[in-house]
């Protein structure tokens, strides 16, 4: 008979109930957080998987207690020390090392902030240099190591006060490939070893296979606002390899569910948010509009294909694909439905025509279902100058949405209007205008 | 058992005296004779501050060259007391404008309109103020004389601390508060190293800047009686009261050694050391060098001595009360309410503050008075403005040519930077006598006196630009054969253009300065003097006019912000727009 103790068993480390985050002053502007719960246990790695914009940084630092929500709580139990700043430490994409301390300094720091005696401090944080393998260079300072090293200062200096859980937001993003495997591998053996002194580990990515290599328990997040769409569990036994057919159904499978189409919106109009002129767009550049839709005519695909297929084929991660092939949607000029997508006729068309037809096609479609385009066109030729300032269109926008993202969506249909030559526009003077250097 | 060599075990005496760890080597010796030096001279001059001002009658300042170093000690002391105390200031106030939105809404403009306007005019108040508090006292005068320094240092440092503080990076503040440091570590761990680079760099500046008072504030009159504190400036000034052409060269050596010295020894140094702090992931090229912090690196005793400081700084315990991530949650209409009402008190003590100006000088002046100190002002704003294209048209080819020739680059930038700390008055005799006998117009020859200590910001902020212009952008250049105007049009000037405007904003505000001391200059008996407005306050504060000094200082601020917003400010931002090369 096995003596279950159940008070270890049940025991949650965070627990996050109905956090929701506004971004704005009025309170009705933007949803970054809608009511998310999470709940961490003792032995897990989970991932908050999604795209830019979904809000699950925000989420990881409400619980680091960087940010407060809007409303809801964050409950941090069993925690020594009772606080946020002993209970969890943080491991930034950037690293946020202090350039003007040395390695052993930048360990140091958390440890400092406690009040650890300095000879403690000390032993603590060559410990933990040892741990993650960066002996030798207790005494370099960040410029002087590579990108891997750098985030290995990160990790050490987060590992060293010891937290219950170790929040991590897209650590390995800012490496390359080799780099980021290596390090990806590295915290693994640890954790499977059990020779880091935490209990948890909560971390963010954008990276779907990142997500399935290390995590036990996945939260998909969707965008507009950022929510819970899906919690898939990781069974596959650790070390995991990329190729096993179970990995790659899982892949495929997360995939499609970071497609979904949410129900509530209108079929056509993708993930942007908003209606009409208020709709969100992001700013994606003609050229990679019309090298995907190249991509897509061409052999083997011959117009349409699977999103993760096209995704590795191109080296775009889940993140990055789908704003393109939204946009694509968004225009016509190809559809997305589930894992797949597939080019429309115009779309072919496009692809096949020389450059004024492609403008013309693409200055068609542009003024046809892009609202945000067709209005600034509109106001250009009733105008009498045929000139409008493109202060008026951002206000515009700002009622909508917050400023990066009005001047996003503004940024997007300037270059696509330009590449239309739908219409033209002056960074000098801010204005949009109907002339064009013949 | 022994297994090592016998050399090894039992090195002689003096081997194992040289092998221990503090033993001093070569350098030490050096450096600390240098530091002993150092505090000799500084227990020297606090010795002399502290004796009565009947000293100073009986042992007046004479034009004794033997009596010159002692005099460049003094002077040296003042300015680097100054200094300490606008380092403190800076910190304080700096601060208080970034933490709290409040103390911004008075700081930032007033540190904003403080930098630009001069404060020399002031001076008579200040003196009367602090003999007040030291009576009977050299003290006095001497912190008269070191607020007046103070005045030139202290306002483009705090102005530069507090944006640093504003444009901390993201993610090093986030770390900060996710690792829960106190505000005071936070304070020496996060806020001052990413400051400094801009501090030390304002510091240099506010150097140079300070010798123009130094000049002013050592010779002081209160009242009917003169008070000369032993310094550079009271032998200059009474050199140039006597005439002795020979008295005015041996002061004019003596701040070329003294500049040379503290250049050397204090700031190569440390600009060398904060290099450390600029906040970049990647290792420069080229890193400041500096003879003296290499010899100090290479000492062995000193770090030892400075250890346990730095250590019962770092082991201090965290000040008492919980540091928090975030902010304490208050209401946000209490906080609205409470914000608008800091409004309603600031606007009502500023309207104050203008009103009983407006009454003080309004006793004895009239709008008539006004509008004459407009007028004078009008002249000395054409002037400035010409005066400013000039340098330009002259400066902006040459420092173009010595920035595309890094070795040029790097002989002249120290030349020019020495250039901008000597005090441009020091040379005004020599113009007077000129303009004497020449039978000039003063009108026109004083003005260049205004821009001689001042040209040379535009000189090393274009060599700056130039040096920093692409390879990538000379290169397609020489490729397409883009010569002669076409080059100057598309390459150069749109390159240089954000540093051009940087130089030319500190010149234009330093010659706006430098018009109250250039367009009155004096020699023996010769005074000559241009229509301006620095000549109105000039002649206001040698009257004692206090009225007038208001009325003209007010005059100049309007002329100065005016100039700032509507010039400068709008190049600026085109330049950010428009011209950044990145």
Known sequence: MTVIEPVAAQTTLVEVRGVKHVYGKGGSNLLVLDNVDLTLRPNEIVGLLGRSGSGKSTLLRTIAGLIRPTEGTVVLHDMPGGDTAHGVAMVFQSFALFPWLTVQQNVELGLEAQGVPADERRKRALAAIDLIGLDGFENAYPKELSGGMRQRVGLARALVVQPSVLLMDEPFSALDVLTAETLRTDLLDLWCEGRMPIRSILMVTHNI?????????????????????????????????????????????????????????????????????????????????????????????????????????????????????????????????????????????????????????????LLTYVPLAAHIRRVLDDRTSHQAPARRFRDELEDFMSEEYAEETLDSVVSWGRYAEAFAYHEDTDQFSLENPA | MDLLPAERTSPSLLIR????????????????????????????????????????????????????????????????????????????????????????????????????????????????????????KELGVECAAIFAIFTAQAWNMAFSFYQSLRTLPGDLDEAARQFGLSPWRRFWRLELPFATPALVWNTMMSMSGAWFFVVASEAITVGKTTVALPGIGSWLAMAIDKGDVKAVAWAVL????????????????????????????????????????????????????????????????????????????????????????????????????????????????????????????????????????????????????????????????????????????????????????????????????????????????????????????????SIFKVRSWQWWRDVALPGIFPYYVTGALTASGGSWNASIVAEVATWQHTKLEAAGLGAFIANATADGNYPRVALGIAVMSVYVIALNRTLWRPLYGYAERRLRLN
């Open chain 1, 209 to 365: 296979e990142e997500a399935v290599l290390m995590c036990d328990r996945i939260l998909v997040f969707a965008s507009n606002p950022g929510r819970v769409i899906a919690e898939i569990k990781v069974d596959l036994p650790q070390p995991r390899k990329r190729l096993d057919p179970a990995f790659r159904a899982l892949v495929d499978d997360i995939y499609a569910r970071m497609t979904a189409r949410p129900a509530a919106q209108p079929a056509r109009d993708g993930n942007f948010p908003g209606m009409g002129i208020s709709m969100a767009l992001t700013h994606i550049s003609t050229n990679t509009l019309a090298g995907m839709m190249e991509a897509l005519a061409a052999s083997p695909h011959d117009g349409k294909a699977e999103l993760p297929t096209l995704a590795n084929e191109a080296q775009l991660e889940a993140d990055e694909l789908l704003p393109i092939a939204e946009t694509l949607q968004l225009m016509r000029f190809a559809e997305i439905d589930g894992r797949m997508i597939r080019l429309t006729a115009a779309g072919k068309r496009y692809a096949l025509a020389d450059v004024d037809e492609r403008k013309q096609l693409f200055a068609q479609h």
């Open chain 2, 254 to 477: 003596t701040m070329g050694v003294v500049i040379v010295i503290y250049d050397q020894l204090i700031f190569r140094p440390i600009v060398a050391w904060a290099d450390k702090f600029r906040f970049e992931q990647t290792a420069s090229q080229d890193q400041p060098k500096s003879w003296f912090y290499d010899l100090l690196r290479r000492t062995r005793l000193l770090p030892r001595l400075f250890r346990p400081i730095g250590k019962a700084l770092s082991s201090l315990p965290p000040l008492p009360g919980k540091t928090l991530a975030l902010p304490p949650i208050r209401d946000q209409r209490v906080v609205r309410g409470l914000d608008g009402l800091w409004v309603v008190v600031v606007l009502a003590l500023a309207a104050w503050g203008g009103w009983s100006v407006y009454r003080y000088v309004s006793v004895s002046l009239t709008l008539h008075d006004a509008l004459a100190a407009f007028g004078l002002g009008a002249l000395t704003l054409v002037r400035v403005v010409v005066l400013i294209a000039i340098a330009s048209v002259i400066w902006v080819p040459i420092g173009v040519w010595i920035g595309l020739r890094p070795v040029w680059a790097q002989r002249v930038q120290p030349v020019a930077q020495f250039l901008a700390a000597f005090p441009a008055n020091v040379l005004f005799p020599v113009v007077v006598v000129a303009i004497v006998a020449l039978h000039g117009d003063p009108n026109i020859w004083l003005s260049p006196l205004m821009i001689l200590g001042t040209q040379w910001y535009i000189l090393f902020n274009v060599i700056a630009g130039a040096s920093a212009l692409p390879n990538d952008l000379k290169e397609v250049a």
């Open chain 2, 17 to 136: 005296y040289a092998r221990l760890r503090f033993a001093p080597n070569r350098a030490d010796v050096v450096a600390a004779l240098l530091l002993a030096g150092a505090a000799v001279l500084v227990a020297h001059g606090a010795e002399q501050m502290g004796e009565p001002l009947s000293a100073l009658r009986i042992a007046p300042v004479t034009l004794d060259p033997a009596r010159l170093p002692q005099y460049a000690i003094l002077t040296t002391l003042r300015m680097f007391a100054a200094l300490a105390a606008s380092l403190v200031f800076t910190f304080v106030v700096a601060t208080l404008a970034a933490k709290s939105k409040k103390a911004e809404l008075v700081i930032v403009p007033a540190l904003d309109i403080l930098q630009s306007v001069p404060v020399l005019g002031f001076l008579t108040f200040t003196v009367t103020f602090f003999m007040g508090l030291f009576p009977g």
